[in-house]
């Protein structure tokens, strides 16, 4: 099993790939699921932290351009008031490439929020799988008996009612 260091999309599909759970391969998924949920954990909180970092590089960005936006207007002779800057800001390329990151680094740590937790609801579905098909085997094996014993008791029985039998006949003839 691969080991991931960087959450990126591809990563995150590819990991999405190990929540299929298929019954014929129990053991194998049993196997597996500790790693890969702590793999998801890990990308996640990775993710979580990427998203933290575009948020601080944000509010730097919009700290350094609060302050060339007043210095311009300042050289230009115009009015500055923070409603202006304010509305000017967003609007220079750097602030608009940090809030696009900013917005992805959001999407990804959701999503591998929600990977995580589904990598914890699989491994609900992978133990209670595996209870069924043990209830399954269980109830296979405890609640039928073996084929010749319940051949001899059918026997035993049609025995016992062949002989019973004739003894009625006469009784209702007396």
């Known amino acids: 099993m691969k080991n991931y ?6 990563v995150l599909n590819e990991l999405s790939q190990h929540l299929i759970v298929k019954s014929d391969d129990l053991a194998k998924h049993l196997e597996e699921q500790a790693t890969l949920y702590f ?15 575009a948020k601080d590089k944000l509010s730097t960005v919009a700290s350094q351009l609060n302050e060339v936006v007043r210095l311009s207007l300042a050289d230009q002779g115009e009015k500055v008031t923070e409603a202006r800057i304010d509305k000017m800001v967003p609007l220079e390329a750097e602030y608009i490439e940090a809030s696009n990151y900013l917005r992805e680094c959001k999407k990804l740590a959701d999503r591998f929020t929600a990977l995580k937790v589904s990598f914890e609801q699989r491994s609900s ?6 209870d069924l098909v043990l209830s399954d085997l269980h109830s296979k094996s405890s609640v039928k008996a073996p084929s010749k014993v319940t051949d001899i008791a059918a026997e035993s029985t049609k025995k016992a009612m062949a002989k019973n039998r004739p003894n009625l006949a006469r009784k209702k003839e007396d």
């Open 5 to 10: 260091n960087v959450p990126t999309v591809a």
């Open 39 to 53: 793999q998801a954990a890990d990308l996640a909180a990775k993710a979580i932290s990427l998203r933290d970092e």
């Open 125 to 130: 579905m992978v133990r209670g799988l595996i």
